[in-house]
T-cell receptor, first 116, second 111 residues
């Protein structure tokens, strides 16, 4: 299957600072990337959908100014958590879709964010 | 809106078969997916089934689809300890085919 990477795999930051998480599709061009958030022992909650070169579409209840998403190329999307607070601590997972089998969606390994 | 439901926990003995069940609401879904998540990791696409199929087999995995009842199941034959994980059922939704996930079924395999 296709490979999606995320960086960093974990990060600890202080309240009030911003954190950027990268999501890359390594061996295919991702026309669409998705960002999810997962709380402990819970399912994935979709935060936003991003398409290369256009603005992200956010799910209801997700603050656009808080979670900035940039899909600058067909292989890279970034999520920036701005002015992070402890309640933003979570496991963030990206996924990507594209290539010849666009109905398949591949997930990155996730980024664990801890805000102190 | 769309909804996907799964039982939360399943415990099986090593070597037995596991059956994980899922119900969904959107009958227009073209594909339905099964993902596996191990602790602290992302999701691994296990298999998927097209809506025009009733069954799909892939090595130890068998997916059954009952479109009338909107019921999807994943059978793992000869379950091993390495199969212990959380299994998510998912259906696509919307123009970009974003995935709607079930709550996940935690599979515990014991000797």
């Amino acid at each position: 299957g296709a490979v999606v990477s995320q960086h960093p795999s974990w990060v600890i930051c202080k309240s009030g600072t911003s954190v950027k998480i990268e999501c890359r599709s390594l061996d295919f061009q991702a026309t669409t990337m998705f960002w999810y958030r997962q709380f402990p022992k819970q399912s994935l909650m979709l935060m936003a959908t991003s398409n290369e070169g256009s603005k992200a579409t956010y799910e209801q209840g997700v603050e656009k100014d808080k979670f900035l998403i940039n899909h600058a190329s067909l292989t890279l999307s970034t999520l920036t958590v701005t002015s992070a607070h402890p309640e933003d601590s979570s496991f963030y997972i990206c996924s990507a879709r594209g290539g010849t089998r666009s109905y398949e969606q591949y997930f990155g390994p996730g980024t664990r964010l801890t805000v102190t | 809106g769309e909804d996907v439901e799964q039982s939360l926990f399943l415990s099986v003995r090593e070597g037995d078969s596991s059956v994980i069940n899922c119900t969904y609401t959107d009958s227009s879904s073209t594909y339905l997916y099964w993902y596996k998540q191990e602790p602290g990791a992302g999701l691994q696409l296990l298999t998927y089934i097209f809506s025009n199929m009733d069954m799909k087999q892939d090595q130890r995995l068998t997916v059954l689809l009952n479109k009338k009842d909107k019921h999807l199941s994943l059978r793992i034959a000869d379950t091993q300890t390495g199969d212990s994980a959380i299994y998510f059922c998912a259906q696509p939704s919307g123009g970009y085919n974003k995935l709607i996930f079930g709550a996940g079924t935690r599979l515990a395999v014991h000797p």
